[in-house]
């Protein structure tokens, strides 16, 4: 089962138990999942386009068409002010077309 399918199911159980709980309504699985499905495919997007982003410094995840993403961050050197990503070869030729922020890191 994928994260998404593991998520309808934790979701759907829960919309059917609070329909219930609230108004004596009951629900069958299917509407409950369809009604998961309907609210995460209604979650936006968490990638944001790359003329928003910092360029404070601030490491970030980008990526690009055909590129996996990766954490980059704005630096200015004397080439010039660009993005430096970290692919263990230094800066890419394309340019990150998106955005978002960091993770935050597991607890220990």
Known sequence: MTEI???VERVSHEILQEAYRTGGVY????VG???ARAAIAAMPSPWRTIDSAPKDGTWILVGAVNLY????HWATDPVGDTWDWMDGFGRFAAQPTHWQPLPPLPEA
Do not use: I
């Open 5 to 7: 399918e593991e998520t």
């Open 69 to 72: 993403p990766c954490d980059a």
């Open 33 to 35: 999942k369809a009604c």
């Open 27 to 30: 629900l069958s699985l299917g």
